[in-house]
């Protein structure tokens, strides 16, 4: 048997100040040891995470999701690592059913609890880019009575051993944001270590509520998705991304900048500038000044 003890949870803030207390008080009641790592928050997430009694690791720039979760990870000396997001709120035994699960089948890869969303709905993530498409079934997918195995769960929030996590090479440090957890999810699958979905335990995730808006945030964000779509893409030799919605995303964005539409303009001139910058052999890193692996 597994107890909290053997579990250190791996919160990443980028100016999550206003979320973290609530999801850090959440992990505290179920007495789990927390590491914070602060990628470079202009705001006061360090001081609010310590004044919470979790550990901070502090990273002089900012290291995306993936990369941020693997300095957390690589200091933490317990079995298990939690990820979890500063926006989610961990339900009362979810740590302990995980655990419970955990026991019962050893073989999987990581365990993820039932995500719910803000009004109530249950959360199964029924698609990914890297699994099979007669698993890919959006808005078919079905919340199991029991532990399933699942080809992708979401990176917002599981447990994992951390020695698989390093035998396996963690998270794509190529990757800045986006897509990093199925790219995860199919690296364990290839090792024949599933993701477990446990639906006794649940959180609640209060989607894109992780960091403060700042400007030109939709910008970057979408300029991440699109690269990650390519760079994984051609990791596992897919199809690259259509030059269809290339060209659709361009319209998009030259509509919504003669009509003054200054979010939707971001949206759509993102993706593009991600796209080409792929094409064009530009990294995610360079974009963020990074280079290398950041642990």
Known sequence: ???AADVTAIVVAYNSAAMLPACLADLAAANVAVIVVDNASHDDSASVARAAGAQVV??????GYGRGNGLGIAAARTRFVLICNPDLLVGRGAIAALLDAAVLFPEAGLLAPLLIEPDGRRFVPARSLLSPDHLNQAGKALVPEGPASIPFVSGACFLIEKALFDAV????????????????????????????????ATAVHQRGASSAPVPGQRFRTRWHGAWSEAHVRAKYGLPPPSQVKLW????????????MRKSDHERYAGSVAGALAYQRGETALAREGLSGKPY
């Open 1 to 3: 048997m597994f107890s």
């Open 169 to 200: 090479g963690g998270f794509d440090p190529d990757i800045f944001l986006f897509y990093e957890d199925d790219d995860l999810c199919r690296r364990l699958m290839d090792l024949g270590r599933a993701p477990l979905l446990v639906p006794a």
């Open 248 to 259: 659709w995303n361009r319209i998009r964005a030259w509509l919504n900048a003669a009509l």
């Open 58 to 63: 502090r990273s002089p720039h900012n290291q």
